[in-house]
């Protein structure tokens, strides 16, 4: 969990490698559908497009039928869900059924203005759905190459302000209370730094995920 623009698909990606398993990032499965014209899709695009959340319900179902259809035998990594107490409880639930359960919360702590300022510079491919930071292309511009691929790279249209302020506010007032609701339940909730170089934020999760593992 975090802000829009902590770093949880950066992160995460990171994590599911190290840890040989899979990574569900509710996100890019909202924008897929959408890239593939999907009913899911169609409905979603209007609260991502005014940076509100999806309806907990279409989440759930996602997540559901994700978890079934994954090869999910040695764990997985949720990205950027849950995102509302409704979700979490919904999660609860899902797991419970499964006979699993959470090993732990991350939360990503980024200052508010670290994250304006990497939301504004993050470039997309729509192509090979890469992510890069104007920084690193030399660039402001969208259309310039991906490094990866050569497609002209995107803002996402959630990354421009307006979309910025209310994604930052849907964190503080809705998915921000979540962490609270972990913090007063059996799970453990590890808070982790996420400013820093990627590779040092990368660190320190790792070690924070390990500490409580006894590995
Ligand atoms: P993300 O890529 O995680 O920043 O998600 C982009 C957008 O997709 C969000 O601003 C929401 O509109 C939607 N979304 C992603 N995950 C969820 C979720 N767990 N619950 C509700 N909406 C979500």
Redesign the pocket.
Known sequence: MGP?GAG??TQGARLAEWLGVPRF????M??EARRAGTELGER?RR??DA????P?EV?LGLIDETLRGADASRGFIL??????EA?AEGLGDVLERRGESLDAVVDLQVPEEELIRRLSARRVCPECGAVWSAEELESDEEGVPCPECSAGVEQRE?DRPETVRR?LE?HRTQTAPVLAWYAASDVPVVTVPGTGPVSQVQRRLRERLTEGAGT
């Open positions: 829009p949880k698909g990032s509710t996100g890019d909202l924008r979603a609260y991502m940076g509100e959340l999806v907990d989440i990205d950027g869900f849950p995102r509302t979700q959630d994604r849907v």
